[in-house]
């Protein structure tokens, strides 16, 4: 998808505080020859902090940032991973409550850690389709803090998951960066690589989310998980191409990428060995330092790059994901100017 003056103005994140890697051994939630393979440092760790109101906070700073009110916001969409609340109740709602907002449209996005890019897709559609509609909000937010699932061991090697919430507003007529391109891809072979055995019907709700206990039983019932892998990553590669070359660019224009927050060689194997990519270009060094943040994990090292001060006007920026689905993803945005906030 080629967005038509489409841009992005405001960026957000609500980061609580980190744990490292070492306080984590030293509690017994986590292993040292997993820390070593993973690279990963420390995570974030948001307590019993609700995550709708982790939104709204990052979602606050987007708007300040993008010089707009709340009620100027026409669109929006919130992705998450997990609940969000009590069952049958939806977040869009308490979300433009607490920020003021108008009787902005809402829609909320199921896609994983791939939420945010696919919230972007979707209100690109969006705003082409509604002259009407010149303001999209993107929320995003998520705390992992549940006895069901282990933040450190139980998402899969070289995965360890953090809390935290992430924003973008989504205009017309300008702003900092403009989005050139967006696409997403999904291999339906590999739906149940994340199922696992689990039952399709259950109401009461499993004990314990084991990540890692689905995946060895696809990979036993299914398909060798190395054959898994490397399908993952060659059409993660084709995504991203795709992606590039309806920006018209090409792998060597990209000052930097972004990928999930994952472990050193799951960066190297999914993302940029298939793509010829160098490690420096990444932002991999920033997250190990706060670990897999949802579908936060971009906006967040978006945020990281711009406000640090490492974009600057030309410069093209990948960011590419994947999700259970399974679905990879990728987009490009071209920094147009530096942004107001940025150091």
């Given amino acids: 998808m080629r967005p038509q003056d489409i841009h992005l103005s405001g960026l957000g994140a609500y980061l609580p505080e980190r744990m490292s890697s070492r306080r984590a051994i030293e509690l017994g939630l986590y292993n040292e020859t997993l820390m070593l393979d993973s690279g990963v440092t420390g995570t974030l760790v948001a307590g019993d902090t609700p995550p709708v109101d982790m939104a709204v906070s990052a979602a606050r700073e987007a708007l300040k940032r993008a010089g707009r009110e709340a009620a100027e916001v026409d669109l929006l969409l919130h992705s998450c991973v997990l609940r969000q609340g009590p069952e049958m109740w939806y977040p869009g709602g308490?979300?433009?409550?607490?920020?003021?907002?108008?009787?902005?449209?809402?829609?909320?996005?199921?896609?994983?850690?791939?939420?945010?890019?696919?919230?972007?897709?979707?209100?690109?559609?969006?705003?082409?389709?509604?002259?009407?509609?010149?303001?999209?909000?993107?929320?995003?937010?998520?705390?992992?803090?549940?006895?069901?699932?282990?933040?450190?061991?139980?998402?899969?090697?070289?995965?360890?998951?953090?809390?935290?919430?992430?924003?973008?507003v989504l205009e017309r007529g300008g702003g900092f960066a403009r989005?050139?391109?967006?696409?997403?891809?999904?291999?339906?072979?590999?739906?149940?690589?994340?199922?696992?055995?689990?039952?399709?019907?259950?109401?009461?709700?499993?004990?314990?989310?084991?990540?890692?206990?689905?995946?060895?039983?696809?990979?036993?019932?299914?398909?060798?998980?190395?054959?898994?892998?490397?399908?993952?990553?060659?059409?993660?590669?084709?995504?991203?191409?795709?992606?590039?070359?309806?920006?018209?660019?090409?792998?060597?224009?990209?000052?930097?990428a972004i990928y999930v927050n994952q472990g050193q060689y799951l960066v190297g194997q999914f993302f940029l060995d298939p793509l010829g990519l160098p490690e420096e270009k990444s932002t991999w060094d920033f997250?190990?330092?706060?670990?897999?943040?949802?579908?936060?994990?971009?906006?967040?090292?978006?945020?990281?790059?711009?406000?640090?001060?490492?974009?600057?006007?030309?410069?093209?920026?990948?960011l590419a994901g994947a999700a259970p689905g399974f679905v990879v993803s990728g987009a490009v945005l071209t920094m147009s100017e530096a942004a107001s906030w940025a150091i």
């Avoid at 199921?110 to 009407?132: F, H, K, R, T």
């Fill in 179 to 256: 989005l050139r391109s967006v696409n997403q891809s999904v291999i339906p072979e590999l739906e149940g690589l994340h199922r696992g055995a689990e039952p399709l019907f259950d109401p009461h709700g499993r004990e314990t989310i084991d990540m890692v206990a689905r995946a060895r039983h696809f990979g036993r019932t299914n398909r060798p998980l190395a054959e898994i892998n490397e399908l993952i990553a060659r059409r993660q590669a084709e995504v991203v191409r795709r992606t590039l070359a309806e920006a018209e660019l090409e792998v060597g224009d990209i000052a930097r």
């Fill in 287 to 318: 997250g190990r330092t706060v670990g897999h943040l949802a579908a936060s994990d971009h906006v967040v090292a978006l945020d990281h790059l711009v406000t640090t001060g490492q974009l600057g006007p030309g410069d093209h920026v990948l």
């Fill in 94 to 168: 308490y979300i433009l409550r607490e920020l003021g907002c108008g009787d902005a449209a809402v829609f909320e996005v199921s896609q994983g850690c791939n939420g945010m890019l696919a919230a972007l897709e979707l209100a690109v559609g969006q705003l082409a389709a509604d002259p009407g509609r010149r303001t999209a909000l993107l929320t995003t937010a998520d705390n992992f803090t549940s006895p069901k699932g282990d933040r450190w061991q139980g998402y899969g090697p070289g995965t360890v998951i953090g809390d935290a919430a992430s924003a973008l």
